[in-house]
């Protein structure tokens, strides 16, 4: 435990000690005969630190060392996690933005900070993250280590800095072949109702038109989407799941990337009723419609994909009681074993039809990066720029 001096006025080091159950130290004059300001780096397989506040991040971009943690954080060399927490004008000042792209293109980890109540009664982006979603982020960062020698130092794991940084070169994919899924399934119940979701397909779209800028080829499979398809793509259009695995498996087979950013409908009813269902006059009689299981079309793109292939999935999750949306979208990549996935928070009714969205960016090396709030195709360009450099020359 390595608090600074400033922690140490909000809650006083007995207490630190005795809740972590280590010794506690601020200084690298305490027990200098162990070498404590570099042994720590040394041995350690993750340095988080929480909170990180706007003092710290400049002091940490600069390379000072003039405290104990300070000095961990330049002697590490394994993956680092600042997750930053303070006042809104704070985290949003330009040196504070500078300071946090520095850090990230040196390798650390900077988690956006949460949305939320701060000090006082003021409100906005700077709180602390929950404490879930740092640990699945520190559980990202320890597993993209993978088994470890002894005695070697690993790498710190890459970060991005999405997507307000430089832009792709126009032809950063001229002449591949991408597809692209984009849009909601209906599964019928009947000729007339179907079953479905509220996805728009604003967002397949947009990565299909940015595709297109920087040179791919692109097929875009698209279910019921409510803005048209780019000019310039082969448009492939299906309703149902079933339809759309057909769909994408066929498309798949020569592409380059193959990104799954469909709300696939995961059940359909076992029975499609050839006429329309009939009101009954007994008000509280319905009919009951028994579902079956969707094929999960990501898993078999990827159970499929040829050698070189990138394929992204895409994850709609709402956090619950049993994790946060961030946790369940580490399972869902671990689960389906592609190289890149996109988590779409859609809690209290986000996302969905809206023109503005904020994703992470989940790799299949542990790398967790958020993407700032923007346009889709804002969005949808900070996605190849992370999909790009997965590609086989």
Not at 302 to 320: H, I, K, L, N
Not at 345 to 365: I, M, P, Q, R, Y
Not at 371 to 389: L, N
Request: hydrophobic content about 45%.
């Amino acid at each position: 435990m390595v608090p600074t001096q400033a922690a140490l006025t909000f809650v006083g080091a007995p207490t630190w000690a005795a809740l972590s159950g280590h010794p506690v130290s601020a200084s690298v004059w305490d027990d200098v005969y162990e070498v404590p300001h570099v042994r720590i780096g040394q041995q350690a397989d993750l340095v988080v630190v929480a909170p990180t506040t706007a003092d710290l991040l400049a002091r940490a971009a600069h390379g000072l060392a003039d405290d104990l943690l300070t000095n961990v954080l330049l002697t590490a060399r394994c993956p680092v996690l600042l997750a930053p927490a303070m006042h809104t004008e704070m985290w949003t000042h330009p040196a504070t933005v500078a300071n946090v792209a520095t850090l990230r293109e040196r390798g650390v980890t900077v988690v956006e900070p949460a949305s939320g109540r701060l000090t006082g009664a003021d409100s906005g982006p700077g709180r602390l993250p929950e404490p879930e979603d740092l640990f699945a982020a520190a559980l990202a960062l320890l597993d993209s280590r993978g088994p470890g020698r002894e005695g070697a130092a690993p790498a710190p794991v890459p970060t991005r800095v999405l997507p307000s940084g430089p832009a792709l070169d126009d032809r950063a994919l001229a002449g591949r072949h991408v597809v692209v899924s984009a849009g909601g399934t209906r599964e019928p119940l009947d000729p007339v109702r179907f079953l479905g979701n509220r996805s728009s397909g604003r967002q397949g779209v947009a990565l299909a038109k940015a595709a297109l800028e920087r040179g791919a080829r692109v097929t875009l499979v698209a279910g019921p989407i409510e803005v048209p398809p780019p000019d310039g793509a082969d448009v492939v259009r299906v309703e149902s799941a079933l339809q759309m695995r057909e769909a994408m498996t066929v498309a798949a087979k020569d592409a380059d990337v193959v990104v799954m950013a469909a709300a696939v409908a995961d059940f359909r009813p076992a029975q499609v009723a050839e006429h329309k269902i009939k009101k009954s006059a007994d008000a509280d009689d319905a009919p009951v419609v028994t579902l079956v299981r969707n094929p999960d079309i990501l898993a078999g793109l990827v159970a499929s994909r040829r050698a070189g292939q990138v394929v992204v999935g895409f994850a709609a999750e709402t956090g619950d009681e049993t994790g946060s949306a961030l946790r369940h979208a580490t399972a869902k990549l671990a689960r389906k074993g592609c190289d890149l996935l996109v988590l779409n928070d859609v809690a209290a009714g986000k996302v969905f039809g809206k023109d503005d969205t904020e994703v992470t960016l989940l790799s299949a090396d542990g790398t967790v990066t958020p993407v700032p709030a923007g346009t889709k195709e804002t969005v949808a360009g900070a996605i190849w720029e992370a999909v790009v450099p997965l590609l086989v020359p």
